[in-house]
C-alpha cells in the first residue's frame, strides 16, 4: 500500500516538474516575444525593469519639405537628466550658468522625476550648440545634453501626411518576414501608410541606464548611448510642401472658417503638390472620431459647374461652339423659364463666362447624340477621370502609388445613365453621377495652362538616405491616354480669362488681382439638406499668371448653405499671398 502511495506521489511530482519544465520553456524560449492573449514581449519588459531609458530617435524615417525643413518632427537641442542625480551630489550651479535655468528649477524637477526626461518638456528649453559642447564637457554623469527627436503638436497638411499607431496584427500581416518589435509604429492613413515599408525603423536610438529595484545605480553611474548606427537609416521622405506656403494656406482657411472643403495648390513646372488643406481637422486624440482623418482633397466631390470646362472642350473639338450660335439662357436646362438666372440670349463664350446652364445642357445633349461616351472621353483628356496621383514601379514594388488613398474620379455609372439626353444634360452641368477629386479638378486646370499636357500628380520627389544620397527618385510622368488639342487647350484659356474679364463673368472680382488669374466657378446641389435648406458645394478653381503660368489653385467649401460660404475670397487672398513671397 505504502509502495503504491509512493509511486503515485513520485508521479505527481514528475508530473508537476514536466508542467514547470513546460511552462518556463514556453517563457523563456517559444514565448519570449508575444507571451499570452495580450502578446507581451518578455525581453522587452524584462529590460524595462532593469533600465531607465530616454529614447532619443524612435528610428522611424521623417517627411522633410521641398527645401528640407521636417515636417511631421523636429529636432532640439535638449538638457537631458536622470532620476538617479537626486541620490548624488552633482553641480548644479554650473549646469544652471550654462542653461540659464534656475538651479532650484532644477533640483525640484529631479525630485519628482521616475525616469529620465528632457528637461522642460512637454515644451523642452531649447539649448544652443555652444552650450550642449559646454555641458557635455563636464562629464556629470546623469546630465546629458543632445539633439533629440520631439513630435510636433501642428503638423502641416496633416490629412495629406497621415498617422502611424500601433497595431501588432497589422505589422504582421504586412511584413511577416520582419522581425519587429510588437510596438514598432506603423502608417495608418497618407503618406505614411503609402510609404511605410521605407520608414520602418532600424532600432531606436537611446540612453540607457542599468538600475536596481529601488531604482539606484547597479553598475555605477555610467549611461550607455544605444544607435543602431546605420549611416543610411532612418530615411527621409522629401514632399513637394512648401512648408511656409502650406503655412499660410492653413491660416488663410482657416480664417475663413471652412467646416469642410479646404484647397489644392500645384506647382506647374513640375506639377506637384505646394499646398494641400482638408478640413475638418484631425483629433490627435481620437483621429477616427468624424471625418478629420479623411482627405476631403482626394475624395471624390459633386462639382456643378466646373465640369462645364469639359463641355467646352468637347464642344470645341466639335465645332459646337460657333460665336454667332445664340442659347437661350432665360429657360433652364429642362425649358421652364429662369427666373433667379435671366441672361437673356448669350453666345457661347459669353455662356461660359456667365456659367449659364441652358448653354452647356444643350451642348452636354447633342455631343451625347453624337456619341453616348463623349463626355466621360474628355473628362478622361483633361485627367478628372481615373487617379492622377504619380504612380509607377520602383525598387521591388510595381504600381507603386504615392497616393493610396485617392478615389477615382467619374462621369456616369451605368450605360442607362449614359444613354439618356436628361442625364446627359445633367451631367454637363457637373450634377447628376458626375464626381472629381478637388486634386483631379486642380490637375485639369494645370493642364489646360499647360497647353493640353496631361501629367501625374506628385507629392513626394525622392527618399533620401540618411547622409543626403538618393535612395528613389519619383521623376515627372505624363499621363497615359489622348490630351486635347493644342488649339482647343488655347481655347479653353481664353474661356477661363474671360470668366475673369467679363463684367458679368463669375471670376469678375479677380480682374484687379497681382496676378493675372484664369479660372471657373462651380455650384453644386449636393443634394443633403439642413434647417430645411439644400446645401451645395462652392468651388473656384483656376490658374495664374495668365501668360506664364506658375500656379493652378482650388478651393472648395463642402455642404453649404447657396447664401453662405463662398470661396473667391479665399482664392484671391491665396493669390495675393503668393505673389508677395515671390516678389
Known amino acids: 500500500m505504502w509502495r503504491r502511495r509512493t509511486l503515485g506521489w513520485l508521479f505527481i511530482c514528475i508530473l508537476f516538474f514536466i508542467l514547470l519544465l513546460g511552462r518556463l520553456m514556453q517563457i523563456q524560449?517559444?514565448?519570449?516575444?508575444?507571451?499570452?492573449?495580450h502578446h507581451v514581449n518578455l525581453l522587452e519588459e524584462s529590460v524595462k525593469q532593469r533600465t531607465q531609458e530616454l529614447v532619443i530617435d524612435?528610428?522611424?524615417?521623417?517627411?522633410?519639405?521641398?527645401?528640407?525643413?521636417?515636417?511631421?518632427?523636429k529636432k532640439a537641442k535638449v538638457l537631458v537628466l536622470f532620476p538617479f542625480l537626486k541620490k548624488m551630489d552633482w553641480d548644479v550651479e554650473k549646469v544652471a550658468?550654462?542653461?540659464?535655468?534656475?538651479?532650484?528649477?532644477?533640483?525640484?524637477?529631479?525630485?519628482?522625476?521616475?525616469?529620465?526626461?528632457?528637461?522642460?518638456?512637454?515644451?523642452?528649453?531649447?539649448?544652443?550648440?555652444?552650450?550642449?559642447?559646454?555641458?557635455?564637457?563636464?562629464?556629470?554623469?546623469?546630465?546629458f545634453a543632445v539633439d533629440k527627436k520631439f513630435e510636433r503638436a501642428d503638423v502641416p497638411a496633416e490629412q495629406l501626411l497621415g498617422l502611424t499607431g500601433e497595431n501588432p496584427t497589422e505589422l504582421k500581416k504586412r511584413y511577416p518576414d520582419k522581425e519587429l518589435s510588437e510596438k514598432t509604429l506603423i502608417g495608418v492613413s497618407g503618406l505614411e501608410e503609402s510609404f511605410d515599408e521605407f520608414l520602418l525603423p532600424e532600432g531606436k536610438s537611446k540612453l540607457v541606464f542599468h538600475v536596481d529595484g529601488g531604482g539606484a545605480p547597479l553598475f555605477g553611474v555610467n549611461v550607455k548611448y544605444v544607435?543602431?548606427?546605420?549611416?543610411?537609416?532612418?530615411?527621409?521622405?522629401?514632399?513637394?510642401?512648401?512648408?511656409?506656403?502650406?503655412?499660410?494656406?492653413?491660416?488663410?482657411?482657416?480664417?475663413?472658417?471652412?467646416?469642410?472643403?479646404?484647397?489644392?495648390?500645384?506647382?506647374?513646372?513640375?506639377?506637384?503638390?505646394?499646398?494641400?488643406?482638408?478640413?475638418?481637422?484631425?483629433?490627435?486624440?481620437?483621429?477616427?472620431?468624424?471625418?478629420?482623418?479623411?482627405n476631403q482633397m482626394l475624395q471624390q466631390q459633386i462639382m456643378g459647374s466646373v465640369f462645364k470646362t469639359v463641355v467646352a472642350a468637347a464642344a470645341i473639338e466639335h465645332h459646337l461652339d460657333h460665336p454667332s450660335r445664340l442659347f437661350n439662357c432665360s429657360k433652364k436646362i429642362n425649358g421652364k423659364p429662369e427666373r433667379k438666372y435671366n441672361y437673356g440670349m448669350l453666345n457661347f463664350t459669353d455662356s461660359f463666362a456667365r456659367s449659364c446652364n441652358r448653354t452647356f445642357g444643350e451642348l452636354a445633349k447633342e455631343l451625347q447624340k453624337k456619341d453616348?461616351?463623349?463626355?466621360?472621353?474628355?473628362?478622361?483628356?483633361?485627367?478628372?477621370?481615373?487617379?492622377?496621383?504619380?504612380?509607377?514601379?520602383?525598387?521591388?514594388?510595381?504600381?507603386?502609388?504615392?497616393?493610396?488613398?485617392?478615389?477615382?474620379?467619374?462621369?456616369?455609372?451605368?450605360?442607362?445613365?449614359?444613354?439618356?439626353?436628361?442625364?446627359?444634360?445633367?451631367?454637363?452641368?457637373?450634377?447628376?453621377?458626375?464626381?472629381a477629386t478637388p486634386l483631379a479638378v486642380a490637375n485639369m486646370m494645370a493642364t489646360i495652362a499647360r497647353g493640353g499636357q496631361k501629367e501625374m500628380v506628385r507629392a513626394v520627389s525622392k527618399i533620401e538616405y540618411k547622409n543626403g544620397t538618393t535612395m528613389v527618385d519619383?521623376?515627372?510622368?505624363?499621363?497615359?491616354?489622348?490630351?486635347?488639342?493644342?488649339?482647343?487647350?488655347?481655347?479653353?484659356?481664353?474661356?477661363?480669362?474671360?470668366?475673369?474679364?467679363?463684367?458679368?463673368?463669375?471670376?469678375?472680382?479677380?480682374?484687379?488681382m497681382p496676378?493675372?488669374?484664369?479660372?471657373?466657378?462651380?455650384?453644386?446641389?449636393?443634394?443633403?439638406?439642413?434647417?430645411?435648406?439644400?446645401?451645395?458645394?462652392?468651388?473656384?478653381?483656376?490658374?495664374?499668371?495668365?501668360?506664364k503660368p506658375k500656379y493652378a489653385l482650388v478651393t472648395v467649401n463642402l455642404d453649404v448653405p447657396e447664401n453662405e460660404g463662398g470661396v473667391n475670397q479665399l482664392f484671391a487672398d491665396m493669390v495675393k499671398m503668393l505673389y508677395q513671397l515671390d516678389h
Do not use: C
Request: glycine share 10%; aromatic share 10%; net charge positive.
Open 372 to 435: 453616348p461616351g463623349m463626355l466621360e472621353q474628355f473628362a478622361t483628356k483633361l485627367s478628372l477621370t481615373g487617379s492622377v496621383g504619380w504612380r509607377g514601379d520602383i525598387y521591388h514594388t510595381s504600381n507603386f502609388r504615392q497616393l493610396a488613398d485617392e478615389d477615382k474620379g467619374r462621369v456616369f455609372l451605368s450605360d442607362e445613365a449614359r444613354e439618356d439626353a436628361n442625364f446627359a444634360a445633367m451631367s454637363g452641368i457637373g450634377q447628376h453621377e458626375v464626381r
Open 474 to 512: 519619383f521623376p515627372k510622368k505624363s499621363l497615359k491616354g489622348e490630351n486635347i488639342s493644342p488649339y482647343t487647350a488655347m481655347k479653353l484659356q481664353k474661356l477661363l480669362r474671360e470668366v475673369v474679364l467679363n463684367p458679368d463673368g463669375t471670376g469678375r472680382s479677380f480682374k484687379d
Open 97 to 143: 550658468n550654462i542653461t540659464g535655468i534656475p538651479s532650484d528649477s532644477l533640483r525640484t524637477s529631479i525630485e519628482s522625476a521616475k525616469k529620465p526626461f528632457a528637461y522642460g518638456e512637454p515644451k523642452p528649453v531649447e539649448l544652443t550648440s555652444r552650450q550642449m559642447d559646454r555641458i557635455n564637457a563636464l562629464q556629470i554623469p546623469g546630465v
Open 515 to 547: 496676378y493675372e488669374v484664369a479660372g471657373k466657378s462651380g455650384t453644386a446641389e449636393t443634394g443633403k439638406f439642413a434647417d430645411g435648406k439644400q446645401l451645395h458645394n462652392k468651388w473656384f478653381a483656376g490658374y495664374f499668371p495668365y501668360h
Open 58 to 73: 524612435n528610428g522611424r524615417g521623417i517627411f522633410l519639405d521641398r527645401n528640407g525643413d521636417p515636417l511631421t518632427y
Open 227 to 294: 544607435d543602431p548606427a546605420n549611416p543610411f537609416y532612418p530615411v527621409n521622405v522629401r514632399t513637394t510642401i512648401d512648408k511656409t506656403m502650406q503655412q499660410k494656406a492653413e491660416e488663410l482657411v482657416d480664417h475663413y472658417q471652412l467646416k469642410k472643403g479646404g484647397m489644392v495648390l500645384l506647382n506647374l513646372e513640375d506639377n506637384s503638390v505646394l499646398a494641400l488643406v482638408s478640413r475638418p481637422e484631425m483629433n490627435k486624440k481620437n483621429p477616427y472620431n468624424g471625418t478629420g482623418i479623411t
Open 29 to 37: 524560449l517559444f514565448k519570449t516575444e508575444a507571451f499570452s492573449k
